[in-house]
DNA sequence: TTAGTTGCAAAAGGTTTGCCGTTTT
DNA sequence: AAAACGGCAAACCTTTTGCAACTAA
């Protein structure tokens, strides 16, 4: 991850502009548009660089594939409806996890993921 | 899912008595020492009707495999200790996540994750 | 007897890697 | 020009599936 390449910029900039973590898949459509011979390879090997850099955060969903999104983004949850599979940001956060441990247990971080159906298909 | 055969009590066996939630592979292992034979297609097999049963819970962590557990244990949640990177299962539960949807939205179920210490490591 | 199950091998689906030509610096 | 990077195809790993043989009921 040394130089600046058309195929990494493009895979950036889709990852941050999104407005929901992204899989592999939806990164190589959306920046096939501005780098048309664009490879999955490729995404994947420049995701992983940009996750080392600490550009990028994996957003794993239970029994999914991973989802990426930008690190820059404050600490947040996730929701995903159950009906149109789409996964929502959560904008706050329980904290006091650390009740939840065993005594002598340190916590250092946790993850909360909400299901159930989202306003659109609740409605 | 409907006859009772040697494999199947071998694989529920072993994932029941297990004390954690055990791998695929795991189970293979495991059930292997009562049924010589059995394939790894026969567990997945399995376990996919044993879970469409209900007797089977997946535990999903970020970035790994699914284990399964009996699903007979109450709703609890999982800890997982980053320096031996066991698996723990935790006690209680932070009931009203509702409040971190957005308003329209409906929140059915909710999985929480803990990453850090146990209490051996922390020690 | 006969429909559900198993083992094996092959197929899938997602991610990683090797090779070699291309591009950035 | 040198080193890094990208494209393509093959390799990998875990999970699923097709199929003939087996087995519980």
Redesign the interface.
């Known amino acids: 991850m040394e130089r600046k390449t058309r195929q990494r910029q493009a895979i950036l900039d889709v990852i941050v502009d999104a407005q929901r973590p992204l899989l592999a898949q939806e990164v190589l459509l959306m920046a096939s548009v501005t780098v048309p011979r664009l490879s999955l390879a490729t995404v994947y090997r420049n995701i992983k660089g940009l996750y080392e850099e600490g550009l990028l955060k994996?957003v794993?969903l239970?029994?999914q594939n991973?989802r990426y999104e930008p690190a820059n983004s404050t600490h947040h949850?996730h929701?995903q409806c159950?009906q149109c599979e789409r996964v929502?940001d959560?904008?706050?956060?329980?904290g006091?996890?650390e009740?939840?441990?065993?005594?002598?247990?340190?916590?250092?971080?946790?993850?909360?993921?909400?299901?159930?159906?989202?306003?659109a298909c609740?409605?």
Chains 1, 2 share one sequence.
Request: charge should be negative.
């Open positions: 994996v794993h239970p029994g991973p949850h929701f159950r929502f959560l904008e706050s956060c329980l006091n996890m009740q939840l441990a065993p005594s002598g247990f340190l916590v250092e971080d946790h993850e909360v993921i909400l299901y159930g159906r989202c306003g609740a409605g």
